[in-house]
């Protein structure tokens, strides 16, 4: 049976039920007073799907306030068909073909993937990585154009993407920057980088320093096409470079378009997937649930 045949996936009510479960795991929580499994569920022939009333402050509530799907008149059905389909598509999904598939418009699918999108922001960027003195991979690539800034050579009209990715963990980190200078790269490392670490770069100058602050520091010479350093195998940067690879083959062939203002949102999509991916045991409705 197809996972899309589940009941959650097509009546609404027991989408409500679904997604409650997951949201109120401790108990059915006011938004308006913050009571806690004081309310009860209205079931009136004329109410509608999900609507509860708090018996402290009398007002009644839905699941769906303080979460992306406020304020939408969108079927909650149809928010976790969405979600379903973003979580299990390796390189995402474009909102023209969720615009096909919900049977919505366009404008609606665009707006629910960007909502989904803030969803799989992950914020866990205060722990450290490489904290057990493992081994963490940076790296910079470039994406597109910078909306109104004249073909250059090399990169200097791209946008601009550095990645970390931890080997231990098997988890990355992505932010947007300006430029590749050190002062813009360096902060960025320190605050996402135990000193316990050993850092493994390329060759770019902006990572010079790296060794008087962490434990070691490897660096490969990819102009010179050298990916592995042959004396220690240990030393290279394949493992984020990888990651581009799905994050590339995603943005130009999925998403063809990105506007600057919205690529951090891109990479929160592509850093979740990656985070809670096959090779960590996470399946598709594991990692659509870890979204909910």
Sequence with gaps: MSNLSAPHF????KAYE????????????????????HAGKLKGKTTRPGLWKCYECRKP????????????????RLWLQAMYLIAGSKKGISSNQLHRI??????????????????????????????????VEVDETFIGRIKGMP????????????????????????VVIQDTRADTILPIVAANVSRE????TDEHHAYNNLAAIYAGHGRTVHRAGQYVDPANHQIHSNTVEGYFSIFKRGMRGVYQHCGEQHLHRYLAEFDFRYNNRDALEVNDKRRADRIL
Excluded: Q
């Design 102 to 135: 919900l049977g919505v418009t366009l404008k609606t699918a665009w707006f629910m993937s960007h909502r989904i999108r803030e969803a799989m922001r992950e914020g866990d960027f205060a722990i450290p990585m490489g904290g057990d003195g493992g081994i």
């Design 18 to 37: 679904y997604v409650e479960a997951r949201i109120w795991a401790s108990g059915v929580v006011c938004p308006h007073c913050g009571c806690v499994e």
């Design 61 to 76: 509530f839905t699941v769906k306030i303080g979460t992306i799907f406020e304020d939408s008149k969108v079927p909650m």
């Design 10 to 13: 097509h009546d609404e009510e």
């Design 151 to 174: 073909k250059k050579a090399a990169y200097h009209h791209k946008m601009k993407v550095l990645s970390l990715v931890d080997r231990n963990t098997k988890r990355a980190r992505s």
């Design 197 to 200: 670490a050993t850092i493994m």
